[in-house]
């Protein structure tokens, strides 16, 4: 018997706007609004989260203990995706990080392609954060060459991800 295939997708504003509609979080309006809003030049590379965020949509379901009028922020999308792929979110405390040994798990170039980034790095566990939680294409190959070590998978903020990508690897040269 043959495993099944799992499918390694990149979430679109589109798909992440389906879902917050299915999920009953915003209406067809707020749908309308964001897909037929013009993108600023600056935008075209923005993950979709922040796409979204730009907007202030009101959350019509929000989670236990939130403000009923509470807007989709960048926080709030970040939980809620996270939570459709089963990861943890995790925040990245740069105090708490060993810059040097996250650095050496992965070359600054393959974190940029696959946007990833390794966060926490212990004797049996590598933390790898990403803000695609379907996107896996990465997965195999860096867990290949980390072995026998494992790696754990969480959710990133795209704002997180892109400032810490860039500043622990600065670190790494600079001290080098």
């Not at 589109?14 to 030049?41: E, F, P």
């Not at 946007?115 to 379907?134: H, M, N, R, Y």
């Not at 494992?150 to 622990?168: C, G, H, N």
Request: charged content about 25%; aromatic content about 8%; proline content about 5%.
């Amino acid at each position: 018997m043959t495993a099944k295939k799992k499918f390694s997708i990149q979430v679109d504003v589109r798909w992440c706007l389906d879902q917050l509609l299915a999920d009953g979080r915003i209406t067809q309006r707020d749908v309308n609004l964001v897909t037929t809003t013009a993108r600023r030049k600056e935008q075209i590379r923005w993950h979709p989260l922040l796409i979204i965020a730009d907007f202030s949509l009101t959350d019509l379901a929000p989670p236990a203990g939130q403000n009923a009028s509470s807007k989709l922020n960048v926080d709030v999308l970040t939980l809620w995706l996270a939570k459709k792929a089963d990861l943890p979110v995790y925040r990245i405390d740069p105090l708490k990080v060993n810059v040097p040994a996250v650095t050496s798990v992965m070359s600054i170039e393959f974190a940029e392609r696959h946007q990833i980034l390794a966060v926490a790095v212990d004797a049996e566990t590598i933390t790898i954060g990403s803000d695609q939680p379907f996107y896996d294409d990465w997965l195999e190959n860096l867990a290949h060459s980390l072995k026998p070590r494992t790696i754990k998978r969480v959710m990133l903020s795209p704002l997180q991800l892109v400032r810490y990508l860039a500043e622990f690897y600065q670190v790494t040269r600079a001290i080098a």
